[in-house]
């Protein structure tokens, strides 16, 4: 076995900075109140990872590139099938890419819709006044309602999913999120992970907030 670097330091930031940022959304949703103004915090908080994220899927280390995500509907059945040519995956296999894309897209669904959203009684999202009636009625349902379920739902399926790897195929993923490395039977392309390339993420970070900042100023 050897050791392959397989996550920058900017992935697994962002990934680990998302499940706080997630995980605070839902309890301060589920408070209301006086935890709203946190929840609208959070939410651009996310809003700026799922940029950053974004960019450094063209920017970042080598796996962390959308490039190296095998999401073809015939990578996708031939690994269901157990017909796929690759035996393991450094990075994402088929149906974890599907997942990264799933939460992606949720993810950028529930801070769109929360942006606009009205609950009518304290709170209204800053660009709410930009859009219709209408509009705002269908963004508030979906972002308390199917939104908020789905995305619950995403992340428990994913939980799921590794447990059931490291108890069925006694493969533990979680340690390479945390120190980017995994262990291998043959050697891989590692990710780049140097100080330039983390200077380079700090900047897309940077980028990243300004446009969120710009974004919630229209509404202002």
């Known amino acids: 076995m050897v050791q392959v670097h397989i996550w920058d330091l900017p992935t697994r930031l962002f990934h680990w900075g998302l499940v706080l940022c997630v995980t605070g959304l839902v309890i301060t949703g589920n408070i209301g109140g006086n935890a709203m103004q946190w929840h609208f915090r959070l939410g651009y908080c996310v809003l700026t990872l799922l940029l950053f994220r974004v960019l450094w899927g063209f920017f970042g280390g080598y796996w ?63 660009l709410s006044s930009l859009a219709s009636g209408q509009w705002v009625a269908l963004a508030t349902s979906w972002h308390k309602g199917w939104g908020k379920t789905t995305l619950i739902f995403l992340v428990c399926i994913h939980l799921l999913a590794l447990t059931w790897y490291r108890w069925r195929k006694n493969q533990a993923l979680v340690p390479a999120m945390w120190h980017g490395d ?39």
């Not at 490039?67 to 996708?76: A, F, K, Y």
């Not at 890419?97 to 529930?110: P, T, Y």
């Open 64 to 126: 962390s590139r959308w490039s190296q995500l095998p999401i073809s509907p015939s990578r996708v059945w031939a690994y269901l099938q157990g017909r796929d040519k690759f035996t393991q995956f450094a990075g994402h296999n088929p149906l974890g890419s599907w997942s990264v894309v799933a939460f992606l897209l949720i993810l950028f669904l529930q801070v769109g819709t929360g942006l606009i959203s009205d609950d009518e009684i304290a709170n209204m999202g800053p």
């Open 182 to 220: 995994k262990s291998m039977s043959d050697p891989f392309v590692p990710s780049a992970d140097h100080g330039r390339s983390r200077a380079w993420a700090l900047v897309l970070l940077l980028v990243s907030a300004m446009a969120v900042f710009g974004l919630v100023s229209i509404g202002s």
